[in-house]
């Protein structure tokens, strides 16, 4: 069955903090595997894909991303996180069929 | 930079009407999604679009029909609105350089809000 978690609705952190943002999957093969980022007002932009290779893979914007198999996960990862980052954050997994699936979202607030 | 436009940013129609949305992109892709998005949930796939005049149902079709007529063009129709429809909708286009659909990276319009009253 399909299905991509996003556990965390909402997390606020202070600017200059690290910040991880968790997404966990059911599949049965390596997915392909996808971070989104929506700032307000936006449509959907890329942050980063993990497709194969190096399970530690970089995006814009200073984000990461971690592949764990045995985990069935693909957290994001800023080291520092600026206030220009708060924006609502989407996984996606597939092909699922042949589509993708997002996760309901991580809305991030950050304070100053 | 690939654009995708969607014609409205915000809409506003009655119980009973037809509604179009409107999406276009201007990068040659084969491929085109209409997503519902509501807090909580997500986006939802309605259909999507691999070339011109084919169309396949994604998760929630129901109430929904699409049309694509020109490889630029791909149009939602709500044939007679509800206010279970009420929601953000998200346009994107994606090409078919990989052969899995799901493996290419989609590009998203900035969505059109819709109140249904």
């Known amino acids: 069955a399909q299905s991509v978690t996003q556990p965390d609705i909402h997390i606020t952190v202070s600017e200059g903090a690290s910040l991880e943002l968790r997404c966990n999957y059911s599949y049965g093969a390596t997915p392909y595997l996808f971070w989104y980022v929506q700032s307000p007002g936006q449509g959907l932009q890329l942050l980063l894909k993990?497709?194969?290779?190096?399970?530690l893979v970089q995006g814009i914007k200073g984000f990461e991303a971690e592949f764990k198999r045995s985990q069935s996960s693909f957290n994001l990862r800023k080291p520092s996180v600026h206030w220009s980052d708060a924006a609502e954050y989407f996984c996606a997994v597939g092909p699922y069929g042949n589509k993708l699936v997002f996760g309901a979202g991580t809305i991030l607030r950050v304070k100053s | 930079d690939v654009k995708v436009t969607q014609s409205s940013r915000y809409l506003v129609k009655r119980t009973g009407e037809k509604v179009f949305l409107e999406c276009v992109q201007d990068?040659?892709?084969?491929?085109m999604f209409w997503y519902r998005q509501d807090p909580g949930l997500g986006l939802r796939l309605i259909y999507f679009s691999y070339d011109v005049k084919m169309k396949e149902k994604g998760d929630i079709p129901e109430g929904y029909s699409v049309s694509r007529e020109k490889k630029e063009r791909f149009s939602l129709i709500l044939e007679s609105a509800s206010t279970n429809q009420t929601s953000m909708y998200l346009c994107?286009?994606?090409?078919?350089?990989?052969?899995?659909?799901?493996?290419?990276?989609?590009?998203f319009g900035a969505g059109t809000r819709l109140s249904v009253l």
């Open positions: 990068m040659d892709h084969e491929n």
């Open positions: 994107a286009s994606s090409s078919a350089s990989s052969g899995t659909l799901a493996k290419n990276i989609q590009y």
């Open positions: 993990y497709f194969s290779g190096d399970t």
